[in-house]
């Protein structure tokens, strides 16, 4: 039976796939945001499933009226502040969103008796990776502020699940990318010098293993956490399950454009956005979301390069015509 879904942060890159995904296949969908991107807009017009709806979540008497107008059936929340610079830059802020935004959205639920809520949150929760392979029981310590606001959400929807009833089912993924990724950052950079025809070189970090999730896996894992009936587990991977180096994320997009000139070198450990220290990172154990979910990702490393690659083209061709 189809439901009615409250997606926050449904006007950004995630968001805004996550609410796609469940208008394909038949949801109605509540879109909110801080403010309602034109593309949200436009979309609403055209889908009569589909109402776009600005609150800030840390505003209680909007997040009330939300819940009160539309009586959504449960949640997905994909709202933050995302990204271990952007945190660290905005930490106020970041602490206001993903904390009390999340604080306040499931008391809002409780008071109107909506059990279920997908939170999207990540790997950075775990801090430094203590093996290659990590399932969703290894020690969470955070060594980013954007971690430590994701786990402080976790635990409170765990408080909210504990004392309220409430379903509050994370899925941790990983370095997602795709199409049209708004943070400049691998493999987009990659993808864009190479469509550029320019050479691209990346200074360090070349041996850093992690776990890159195209976006449409990632949509498809919330769905079918958000889908399944009784939840034994409130924590899920959703990723890949393998961990290609940022070397070998290169080759890849070299293997898919001839001529790309990209190459990372190895002088030191990866930097975020060239200054702060990435915790050692390496693959998410997704045995359980498959035993549990079924999921299965559609996206190798390689898949998803070529899909990136085909989409950004496009855009790139759109935005020099005339």
Not at 103 to 126: D, P, Q, W
Not at 178 to 193: C, D, I, N, Q, S
Request: charged share 25%; hydrophobic share 45%; net charge neutral.
């Amino acid at each position: 039976m189809n439901k009615k879904i409250l997606v926050t942060g449904a006007c950004g890159w995630l968001g805004t796939a996550i609410v796609q995904a469940l208008l394909d296949r038949g949801d109605s969908v509540v879109a909110t945001d801080l403010a309602i991107a034109p593309a949200i807009a436009i979309l609403a017009e055209s889908k009569p499933r589909l109402v776009a709806a600005a609150a800030d979540l840390g505003e209680w008497h909007q997040l009330v009226r939300l819940f009160e107008t539309h009586r959504p059936d449960a949640v997905i929340h994909a709202a933050a502040v995302v990204g271990v610079i952007q945190a660290m830059d905005i930490p106020i802020k970041a602490l206001r969103a993903n904390v009390e935004g999340s604080v306040n959205l499931f008391e809002a639920m409780r008071l109107h008796g909506v059990k279920r809520v997908i939170h999207v949150s990540t790997e950075e929760t775990y801090g430094d990776f203590q093996s290659p392979l990590i399932d969703e029981d290894h020690p969470q310590k955070p060594l980013s502020v954007y971690g430590l606001t994701k786990l402080a959400a976790e635990h409170y929807g765990r408080v909210y699940s504990r004392d309220h009833g409430l379903e509050c089912i994370n899925v941790r993924t990983c370095w997602v990318y795709g199409p049209h990724l708004p943070r400049l950052r691998m493999p987009r950079t990659y993808v864009e010098a190479a469509l550029r025809g320019d050479p691209f070189h990346q200074a360090d970090g070349g041996d850093l293993a992690v776990d890159q999730v195209y976006i449409a896996d990632t949509v498809a894992g919330a769905l079918l956490a958000l889908d399944k009936p009784v939840h034994r587990f409130d924590a899920y991977n959703i990723a890949t399950g393998v961990a290609p180096t940022l070397r070998d994320t290169a080759d890849a997009v070299n293997r898919a454009i001839p001529g790309a000139q990209i190459t990372v070198g190895d002088s030191g450990p990866y930097r975020h956005g060239g200054k702060v220290l990435s915790a050692v990172k390496g693959a998410l154990d997704i045995s359980r979301a498959r035993a549990e979910l079924g999921y299965e990702p559609r996206y190798d490393l390689q898949r998803g390069i070529e899909a990136t690659i085909e989409a950004t083209r496009e855009r790139l061709a759109k935005a020099s015509s005339p």
